[in-house]
């Protein structure tokens, strides 16, 4: 009969401890403060990944659309006279370039192009074909590389629609 309340006690003692150690592990819920400082630190940098991904990708689609725009400029080329929507369409290509080449880490170096073109037909042809050089030049490139290809690209680009940009006027 002593036998069977020794072993109650024991057995509630036992529960009792197991008890705590669930207790005790669960604790508050949170990590040591080095871990938080770890942790938070870590997704701060995949949020910054993250973003200077999608900052690269929206400049790869803005050549892409340097591109078609350049390259529909030059199909109505094909006209002795460019429409009302080609000036707009000439600004859209002026403020995307600048925005490329201000994200890649260019500025404006004052540089003229080498050989301007002599006529509109030669002047849509080459921004065209510069802004075909871009976009590849930008989907070749990382987040991580300033493209001296890409700012020399984007600079050519806008020296190229302000000459346009002369034929209008």
């Known amino acids: 009969m002593l036998f069977y309340p020794l072993r109650t006690i024991l057995l509630t003692f036992a529960l009792i401890l197991v008890a705590s150690f669930g207790v005790g592990a669960q604790g508050t819920g949170t ?3 080095d871990e938080q400082n770890e942790t938070f630190i870590d997704n701060l940098k995949r949020m910054q990944i993250k973003r200077e ?7 790869v689609e803005k050549a892409l659309k340097i591109k078609e725009a350049a390259e529909s400029l030059n199909k109505e080329s094909e006209s002795p006279q460019l429409t009302r929507d080609a000036d707009k369409k ?3 290509i002026e403020k995307s370039a600048k925005q490329i080449r201000s994200e890649s880490g260019g500025g404006d170096d004052g540089k003229q192009l080498e050989a301007p073109p002599k006529t509109l037909a030669e002047a ?6 510069a802004s075909q050089r871009l976009q590849v030049s930008m989907e ?3 987040r ?5 290809s890409v700012i020399a690209g984007t600079s050519e680009i806008i020296q190229l629609v302000k000459i346009i940009r002369g034929y209008l006027n």
């Open 140 to 142: 070749k490139t990382s």
């Open 31 to 33: 990590p040591p403060p």
């Open 124 to 129: 849509l042809k080459q921004l065209s074909e």
């Open 90 to 92: 000439l600004r859209e």
């Open 144 to 148: 991580h590389i300033v493209s001296a």
């Open 53 to 59: 991904e999608e900052e690269h990708k929206k400049l």
